[in-house]
Structures are given as structure tokens and as C-alpha cells.
Antibody, heavy 125, light 110 residues
Framework: QLQLQESGPGLVKPSETLSLTCTVSGDSVSSSLYYWGWVRQPPGKGLEWIGNIFYTGSTYSNPSLKSRVAISVDTSKNQFSLKLTSVTAADTAVYFC?????????????????WGRGTTVTVSS | QSALTQPASVSGSPGQSITISCTGTSLDVGGYTFVSWYQQHPAKAPKLVIYEVSYRPSGVSNRFSGSKSGNTASLTISGLQAEDEADYYCSSYTSSSTLVFGGGTKVTVL
């Protein structure tokens, strides 16, 4: 059974870097069928797509966050990670990792089909 | 990229049908058949209920259906039940190879 589990510090200081890891069980991050990525949800607000990564290292990111986001994959550990630099209180949110299934012509397009449970990150001094 | 536009709230009585709209542009909803819908109960992770405009994942009730016309996609819940009370989000693939979400719609069962 596929499971995605987020892990990382629940509290990050302003101006520092938020680092989260998603451990995948029941599937392989090396699969050519999926991208793996991140979505966040500020308290009481909607979902915001952050970005994703393919096992080859190819990435896509939300233009509004692109300058601060780095997503990486570790196939040996079956994990992928998120780093968000120069955080402020506006980055306080529940962060979800998510599997993006490839579909359409040549498996070029994707949507999210499986989500992790989410982890809360608070930015505060 | 701008968030897709959804109504903030929709309500209905048990047994009724409701429809949630999701409006984008030709660069996202209107340009692709890769619109999906997610149900989120409080303090839970979102759950996929519709993918590629109108397909239901295995295990999702056939009371959920999706459609699209132009730049607007829609989610219809028929035979509304108490368990359907939740937040619903649409999402679309975009011309920049990214994903964009709608602002979310709170569904209330009266």
C-alpha cells in the first residue's frame, strides 16, 4: 500500500531555510510513471502547488516561489526533499508531499493522485 | 500563475444535487483535459475524487461527476449526503507545465 510520510522541523526561524523530506513506501521514486512534489496550505486558506521532481532530476516549480524553492530526490533512500529559503511568517502552513501521476500523450502531463498526511511548519522567532 | 476561481461556498439539502464551478483561462482549464477535483475534510489530506475532467478513481462514489466547457470546469455531487460536507478544490495542468489550484469551495449539507 502506497504511503507518503513528511518529516522535518515543525518550527523554523524567519530568514532561515525550511527543509522537509518525504519518505515513500509501497512505490519507487525511480518510477518513470510519476513526478513527486509538494503542496502547502496556510492556516484557514486554500492549497498552493509548490513544485515537483522526476527521478532524473527534472523539476517544475510555482513561478511565485521558484527563486526560493529547491526540490531534490534521493533514489537510494526512496525519498524526495523540499528546501524553501528565506522564510517569513507567510510560509507558515501545512506542507503535503504528493505523487503526481503522468498521463496523456507521451505521458507528458500530470495531476496529483496520492497525498501524504501533511506536516505543520510554523515560521516564528 | 493565478489561482482558478471557485465559489467560496455552496450548500444543499440531503438528496439534492449541487454543482461547483472552476474558472480558469485558455492557458490552464480551457487548454487541457487535465482538470482534477479534490475533497478535503477538516484536518485531513485532500482526496482525489475526479481526474481528467470526468473520470472517477476506483472507490469514489458515482454520485460525483465532472465536466468542462471552455475555460470552466464543474463538479456535480448528486444525492447529497452528510459525509459530502467538506472543502473541494479544483486543479489544472498549465501551459507552463505546472499545476494550479482553485481557491476552494466549502460545501455545506443543510
Amino acid at each position: 500500500q502506497l504511503q507518503l510520510q513528511e518529516s522535518g522541523p515543525g518550527l523554523v526561524k524567519p530568514s532561515e531555510t525550511l527543509s522537509l523530506t518525504c519518505t515513500v513506501s509501497g512505490d519507487s521514486v525511480s518510477s518513470s510513471l510519476y513526478y513527486w512534489g509538494w503542496v502547502r496550505q496556510p492556516p484557514g486558506k486554500g492549497l498552493e502547488w509548490i513544485g515537483n521532481i522526476f527521478y532524473t532530476g527534472s523539476t517544475y516549480s510555482n513561478p511565485s516561489l521558484k527563486s526560493r524553492v529547491a526540490i531534490s530526490v534521493d533514489t537510494s533512500k526512496n525519498q524526495f526533499s523540499l528546501k524553501l529559503t528565506s522564510v517569513t511568517a507567510a510560509d507558515t502552513a501545512v506542507y503535503f508531499c504528493a505523487r503526481h501521476i503522468l498521463t496523456g500523450s507521451y505521458n507528458y502531463y500530470y495531476y496529483i493522485d496520492v497525498w501524504g498526511r501533511g506536516t505543520t511548519v510554523t515560521v516564528s522567532s | 500563475q493565478s489561482a482558478l476561481t471557485q465559489p467560496a461556498s455552496v450548500s444543499g439539502s440531503p438528496g439534492q444535487s449541487i454543482t461547483i464551478s472552476c474558472t480558469g483561462t485558455s492557458l490552464d482549464v480551457g487548454g487541457y483535459t487535465f482538470v482534477s477535483w479534490y475533497q478535503q475534510h477538516p484536518a485531513k489530506a485532500p482526496k482525489l475524487v475526479i481526474y481528467e475532467v470526468s473520470y472517477r478513481p476506483s472507490g469514489v462514489s458515482n454520485r460525483f461527476s465532472g465536466s468542462k466547457s471552455g475555460n470552466t470546469a464543474s463538479l456535480t455531487i448528486s444525492g447529497l449526503q452528510a459525509e459530502d460536507e467538506a472543502d473541494y478544490y479544483c486543479s489544472s495542468y498549465t501551459s507552463s507545465s505546472t499545476l494550479v489550484f482553485g481557491g476552494g469551495t466549502k460545501v455545506t449539507v443543510l
